[in-house]
């Protein structure tokens, strides 16, 4: 799951914005590592985000058992083994790809997008590079662009590229974006049953 549907799976439990903070940063913290080196999640954090960092890994453990999720990274990982990328690629474009398109589709709750903003914005002690990822974030504003397939194949070239196993190569973005388009609807679809799901796994 990424970090929009954490914010949303945050609202369940609490309604603090650093709640929400915290059940986000283990995101921000891959972000922040990005082309350098580890971001670790000390101790040295308030008892809300904390508890939210906890609740993140509860919920990446509940989505990635939800049926809806396994059915479309399934199909994803076989259509693009189909289009000729390796078994390593496939699996993680899939899995990634539903994820961010998922993020896409919550960008449409106007609620969970001003609960997002107020996390961006609430008053907690972070590292560096974590408060420089949270300020980028405030500053750029709601992340619509998890909805053009484009962007998303983009961002799943230069995440997957830090990994060479897991690595697309640039003359496979066609058949990337190709999925992506095609499998984007699907998510839409999905997306109330499948939050409606994770919601009962977690409660």
Known sequence: MNFVGHALAATWVDPDPRFA???????????????????HLGDDHGPQVRAGIAW???????FHGCAAFV?????????????GLGRGPSLAAAHVGVEL????????????VRHYHGALTCDAELAPPLRAVVRRLAEVGTPHWYRDTAEVATR????LGARP?????????????TWLRAVQADVRDAAPGLVAELRARLT
């Not at 993140?56 to 509940?62: G, N, P, V």
């Not at 398109?101 to 919550?106: K, S």
């Not at 799943?156 to 995440?159: G, P, Q, T, V």
Request: hydrophobic letters at 50%; proline letters at 4%; glycine letters at 12%.
């Open 101 to 112: 398109l998922l993020d896409g589709e919550l960008c449409h709750d106007p609620g969970l």
């Open 21 to 39: 903070l915290g059940a986000m940063l283990p995101d921000f913290a891959s972000m922040a590592a990005a082309g350098g080196p580890r971001v």
């Open 165 to 177: 196993k897991l690595a697309i190569a640039a003359e496979e973005l066609d058949a990337l974006g």
């Open 156 to 159: 799943l070239f230069r995440i």
């Open 71 to 83: 059915r479309l990274t399934d199909a994803g990982t076989a259509a693009l083994r189909g289009a």
């Open 56 to 62: 993140h890994h509860r919920t990446d453990h509940a």
